[in-house]
């Protein structure tokens, strides 16, 4: 014991490391995240379902100068030694146009997912959601020609079957599905599933294009053409389909205005006319602004616990946390002290198909697991790592590759002796009697590493 209090470690033996608590911290921090970035996403667009589009811009538009000051920050201050902005090459050779489509299409999916969200229930957006896995799976059979691992497939087709358990009573008009609820607005929700498939995919043909591309570059140029994305969807607004929440091209302008004035001031504009059958919500706007500053507070949380999850543990443990969040959010949802008078009532056919969708995305990564045990070199969309939001940004990130096993000189030459067909020079007929007599390997030592290898003829072109 040294004059420190501290225990030495015997020569040649490191000390142990204490665990670090980063790991955990991370992993609950993701789980209570991930549950607020849920509910308090339905809060906002319910407080505020008139203004569908100004919340889309709204919660695209936040992010912009953060990544920019993230990105663009250290390049402002010139220091010696520090490269430039063009040597760090933070695209990695990837052109703008690249990232103009990424962001097209997570703008578009946010559109949607915003405007479905208004009539569809919280517990009915953490299932449909899920629905990007099999899109995923089948646009990448169709486009790159990519081939899964079958229980991959049967995972994808159990979330299938979770989705149809869930929803297909309110499809048939035999459901229960609540104020919240309206069909139209569901398949709405469920469409921003398809270019949020489309989004992943094209990622992942372009980063294998690409060299080290900057997460936070990336993140910066997509949440601006997503902006761009978001005021070119206009047009969907204005769809007849919609109904009461259809917005003419006239009344865009008042979408600012009135989206402002309600959440920043509490001011209700749309007063008259509203509340009947066909006719749109009624604002109230007092309570706005808290849950729209928890969710884009929650939503960052999530990001980077998320990051933190897969650098300090793994993307398991990160699929682990965000499967266990999806009963937690959907009793925070059915509980009074969480919606208050939004909490919805907890209906069989919710729970049941919650469950198998969470036997269908187990199914579908452990599929995955055992496509990289039987293929680890090759790299598929099924590896990437996708850091998803509800209505805002999404950070895809390749998984970290198995580490390379290192080999002992006597274990490479036991394979080489397998590889020649010899397995070692005690396989000699001439050495088998006296070998006999020997005491037998352990279970370390090279010969007994030969000795188990199978025995194999090779010819000369194989070698």
Request: proline share 7%; charged share 10%.
């Amino acid at each position: 014991m040294g004059a420190s209090g501290r225990t030495r470690a015997p020569p040649g033996k490191p000390a142990k490391a204490k665990p670090s608590l980063m790991l955990p911290l991370s992993m609950l921090l993701l789980l209570v995240s991930s549950v607020m970035n849920s509910i308090y996403f339905k809060k906002m667009t319910s407080a505020m379902p008139n203004y569908s589009w100004f919340l889309s811009e709204l919660t695209t538009v936040v992010y912009t100068p953060l990544f920019f000051v993230v990105v663009y920050g250290p390049y402002l201050v010139p220091r010696p030694g520090r490269k430039t902005l063009k040597e760090a090459n933070l695209s990695g050779s990837l052109p703008r146009t690249v990232f103009a489509v990424m962001g097209m299409f997570d703008g578009m999916s946010s559109v949607l997912m915003v405007l479905g969200s208004v009539w569809t229930a919280g517990t009915t957006q953490l299932i449909l959601r899920q629905a990007t896995i099999p899109m995923t799976l089948v646009i990448s059979i169709l486009a790159l020609g990519i081939r899964y691992h079958w229980m991959q497939y049967a995972g994808a087709a159990t979330i299938i079957a979770g989705v149809l358990v869930t929803k297909l009573p309110d499809f048939l008009g035999h459901g229960s599905g609540g104020a919240q609820d309206r069909v139209l607005f569901n398949m709405v929700f469920l469409a921003s599933s398809l270019p949020n498939a489309l989004s992943s995919v094209y990622k992942e043909v372009a980063f294998r294009k690409a060299g080290n591309v900057d997460v936070n570059y990336l993140q910066f140029w997509v949440a601006t053409f997503q902006v761009v994305a978001t005021l070119l969807a206009m047009p969907i607004y204005n769809m007849p389909f919609l109904g009461p929440q259809r917005v003419p091209f006239d009344a865009m302008p008042s979408q600012l205005t009135g989206g402002t004035s309600c959440l920043f001031f509490g001011a209700n504009t749309i007063v008259t006319n509203c509340g009947g059958p066909g006719q749109s919500e009624c604002d109230h706007c007092e309570g706005a602004l808290g849950p729209t500053i928890v969710y884009i507070i929650a939503n960052v949380a999530f990001n980077v616990a998320n990051v933190l999850v897969i650098k300090y543990g793994s993307a398991a443990l990160s699929f682990l946390v965000l499967t266990l969040q999806m009963p937690l959010t959907s009793i925070a949802f059915c509980s009074k002290a969480v919606m208050g008078s939004a909490a919805q009532s907890p209906q069989m056919s919710t729970f049941a198909g919650l469950g198998i969708l969470i036997l269908g995305l187990v199914a579908y990564r452990q599929g995955g697991n055992m496509m990289e045990k039987e293929k680890t070199a090759t790299r598929s969309v099924s590896q990437m790592v996708t850091v998803g939001t509800v209505g805002a940004m999404q950070f895809v990130l390749p998984a970290s590759r198995p580490k390379l096993v290192p080999r002992s000189p006597d274990m490479l030459r036991s394979q080489m002796y397998a590889r020649l067909g010899v397995a070692s020079p005690l396989a000699s007929p001439l050495l088998r009697a006296s070998a006999s007599q020997l005491s037998s390997p352990g279970p370390g030592s090279p010969l007994s590493l030969a000795r188990s290898e199978p025995e194999e003829t090779v010819s000369v072109q194989d070698l």
